[in-house]
C-alpha cells in the first residue's frame, strides 16, 4: 500500500525525476519548499509516514528564522523532534559533514542520503526504512 | 597536524607564537573570546621562558588560578577597549597587552611580557602590586622573601623595547586572521557554487535513469547506448565533484564485496574509452570482502580506473590497446592492479611521492591531448589510506619511439587493501 511521504526541499521542481519510481510505486508525495512552509504544517509532518529532508532551506520570510544556522534543515530537524514528532526522516541532502551527521544521528535520523543520488537507489532506500518502520509500528500495536 | 581546518589555524597561531619566544625570550599566549570567554592559546615552547618568579608563584597553594584569572581579566579588558595597554599583573610583573584588530573586529588579545620595567616610578608600582599579593595570599616570610627575590630578578625592558614588539608581532596576527578568513570565504563559495551544480547533476542523473528504466525498451540500440553514456558521464562528474572533498559523507566502514565497485567503474568509464578504442579488461581471482566505506572507495577507483582510460594511448591499425583491471590475494591484503599502456610518470614524480599531491599534475601529462584537476590521485591515496591499505606506482618506457602522444610507458597501479577471503 502507497505510503505518504512529505518532502521538505526548495529545488523539488528541478529534482522531481529523482522520486518518479516511488511515485510510480504508489507513494504519495506532499512538497514543502521552505522552513515557513514546514512550520505550519507540524501536523501533516506528524501524520505522514516519511519526512524526505534537505538541510539547505530558504527561510520562506522575510525574516531570518535560523540566522546562526548554517544549515536551516538540520536545525528545522531539531525543532520538528522537539514538538514531539517522531515521523521517521531521511535526509536527502548534498551536505556531508562529519559533524552534521552526528546531530542527525542524534535526532534520530533514519537514513542520510547525499545527492545525487540515482532515482533507483533513492527508492530501494526509502521503502527499506518504510520497510522497517511500518514493523515498528506492528510491535507497538500488538 | 589533524586534517581538521580549526586544528591547523591553531597550529599557525601557535606557531608564529612559537618564533615570538624564540627570538625574544619572552612567554606569550594569544587569548580569544568565545561565548564570551577568554580562552589562551599558548606556544610550546612557553615553559622554557616563564620566569622563576611566575613558576614559583604557581607552585603555591591558589597560586595557579590566580595566575590564569588575573591574565583572563587583563586579556578581557584590552578585548574590551581594544587598545593597547601595559598591565601588571597581580605579582608584580608588567605585560604587553595588544588586541589583534581585523576590519575593526577584536579578534583576540596578545599578552606578553612577564618583566620589569626599567624606571623607578614603574618598579616602585611593581614592588607595591607584590607586597599587596603577599599579604592577600598569606604568605610566610620566608616564602615571601624568596618571591621578592625572583621578582627582583626578572628581566628588564625599556619602554622603547617594548614599543618594538608591540608594532610588528600584532601585524603577523592580523595577516594570519585576514587569510584564514579569506579561505573561510572562499571555502563558502566553492560549497554554494557546489550546490548548485550537484543540484543540476541530481536533475540529469535522475532524468537519464528514469528514461533508461521506463523508455529504453521504445529506443533504437544507439539511443540506448547514449542514454547509457549520458547516464555514466553525469556519475563521472560526481565523482570530479568529490574530489573536491567538501562534500565526502563520513567514513563508515561495513564489510562489503570488492569486486562491484571496480565493475561499476568500469562501467562508467567503458563508453569513453570504447571511442578511444581502449578495452577494459577486468579479473578476479578470490574475490574479497573489504571493510570499507564503500562511497569512498568507489570514487577511489572511478578516479584511478578514469586516469588509466585518460592517458591511454589510442588504439589504431594493427594495435588494441587496454587498460587491464585485476585482483588477486597478496598476503594479509588483497592487490589491484589498474594498468594501462599509454602517458608515462617521470621516475622523480613516483620516487618522491609528488605524484599524489593535491593539484599536481604529471609532467609527461601536460601535453595539448588532456587536461586534468590533478587530484584525482591525492583524493585516491587519501581514501585508502584510510581502508589501512596503501598505493603502489610503477611507471616503465616500453619503447624509445616518439609518438604523437608521447613516449609510450606501461603503468601500474597497485591498490592493497586488506581483507577477508570469501
Known amino acids: 500500500m502507497g505510503k505518504t511521504i512529505v518532502w521538505i526541499e526548495d529545488d523539488v521542481d528541478v529534482i522531481a525525476g529523482v522520486t518518479r519510481p516511488l511515485e510510480r510505486a504508489g507513494h504519495r508525495f506532499v512538497h514543502l519548499r521552505n522552513v515557513a512552509e514546514a512550520r505550519e504544517h507540524f501536523d501533516l509532518l506528524r501524520k505522514a509516514d516519511l519526512i524526505l529532508l534537505d538541510m539547505i532551506l530558504p527561510p520562506g520570510t522575510s525574516e531570518l528564522t535560523h540566522p546562526t544556522e548554517r544549515y536551516p534543515g538540520q536545525a528545522l530537524l531539531r525543532e520538528i523532534r522537539e514538538a514531539g514528532i517522531e515521523t521517521p526522516v531521511i535526509v536527502l541532502s548534498v551536505v556531508a559533514r562529519e559533524d552534521v551527521h552526528r546531530e542527525l544521528e542524534r535526532l534520530g535520523v533514519a537514513e542520510v542520503i547525499r545527492k545525487p543520488v540515482l532515482p533507483s537507489e533513492l527508492k530501494k532506500r526509502v521503502e527499506a526504512v518504510l520497510g522497517n518502520s511500518h514493523k515498528e509500528k506492528g510491535i507497538l500495536a500488538s | ?422
Open chain 2, 1 to 422: 597536524m589533524s586534517d581538521s581546518l580549526p586544528a591547523q589555524r591553531e597550529e599557525a597561531h601557535k606557531a608564529v607564537l612559537q618564533m615570538f619566544t624564540a627570538s625574544t625570550g619572552l612567554p606569550i599566549g594569544l587569548y580569544e573570546f568565545k561565548g564570551g570567554e577568554p580562552v589562551g592559546l599558548f606556544p610550546n615552547n612557553a615553559n622554557e621562558v616563564f620566569e622563576e618568579h611566575c613558576l614559583f608563584i604557581q607552585s603555591l597553594p591558589g597560586g595557579k588560578a590566580r595566575c590564569e584569572a588575573d591574565q583572563c581579566n587583563r586579556a578581557r579588558h584590552v578585548y574590551f577597549s581594544s587598545k593597547p595597554q601595559l598591565t601588571l599583573c597581580h605579582a608584580g610583573l608588567y605585560n604587553q597587552a595588544v588586541p589583534v584588530i581585523v576590519g575593526n573586529q577584536v579578534r583576540g588579545v596578545l599578552l606578553y611580557g612577564e618583566m620589569l620595567i626599567d624606571d623607578e616610578e614603574y618598579l616602585e608600582a611593581s614592588l607595591r602590586r607584590h607586597e599587596k599579593t603577599v599579604q592577600e595570599m598569606e604568605l610566610d616570610e620566608e616564602t615571601a622573601a624568596r618571591l621578592r627575590e625572583l621578582l627582583l630578578k626578572a628581566k628588564r625592558y625599556t619602554l622603547d623595547q617594548l614599543a618594538t614588539y608591540q608594532k610588528t608581532l600584532p601585524r603577523v596576527e592580523e595577516w594570519l586572521y585576514t587569510l584564514f578568513d579569506e579561505e573561510q570565504r572562499m571555502r563558502r563559495s566553492v560549497e554554494k557554487v557546489t550546490h548548485e551544480i550537484l543540484t543540476r547533476l541530481q536533475a540529469v542523473i535522475a532524468n537519464a535513469e528514469n528514461m533508461i528504466l521506463e523508455f529504453s525498451d521504445c529506443l533504437p540500440p544507439e539511443g540506448r547506448e547514449m542514454l547509457h553514456a549520458l547516464l555514466h558521464s553525469a556519475l563521472a562528474l560526481d565523482t570530479v565533484v568529490q574530489n573536491l572533498g567538501e562534500y565526502m559523507e563520513e567514513y563508515r566502514f561495513r564489510p562489503e564485496p570488492l569486486t562491484p565497485i571496480l565493475y561499476e567503474a568500469k562501467r562508467l568509464y567503458e563508453a569513453e574509452a570504447a571511442r578511444r578504442g581502449i578495452e577494459i579488461r577486468i579479473r578476479f581471482s578470490h574475490p574479497p570482502i573489504i571493510e570499507m566505506s564503500r562511497h569512498h572507495l568507489q570514487y577511489a577507483f572511478n578516479n584511478l580506473v578514469h586516469n588509466a582510460v585518460k592517458y591511454s594511448f589510442r588504439s589504431g591499425p594493427g594495435r588494441q590497446r587496454y587498460v587491464r583491471i585485476e585482483g588477486y590475494p597478496a598476503g594479509e591484503y588483497y592487490a589491484v592492479v589498474i594498468e594501462n599502456y599509454g602517458v608515462g610518470i617521470l621516475p622523480e614524480e613516483i620516487s618522491s611521492g609528488k605524484i599524489f599531491e593535491d593539484g599536481y599534475q604529471g609532467k609527461l601529462t601536460q601535453g595539448e591531448y588532456r587536461t586534468g584537476s590533478g587530484k584525482g590521485l591525492h583524493f585516491a591515496k587519501r581514501v585508502i589510506e584510510r581502508h589501512r591499505g596503501r598505493i603502489e606506482v610503477e611507471s616503465r618506457l616500453v619503447a624509445e619511439e616518439d609518438t604523437p602522444e608521447g613516449r609510450p610507458h606501461l603503468n601500474r597501479f597497485t591498490i592493497y587493501l586488506p581483507y577477508r577471503r570469501v
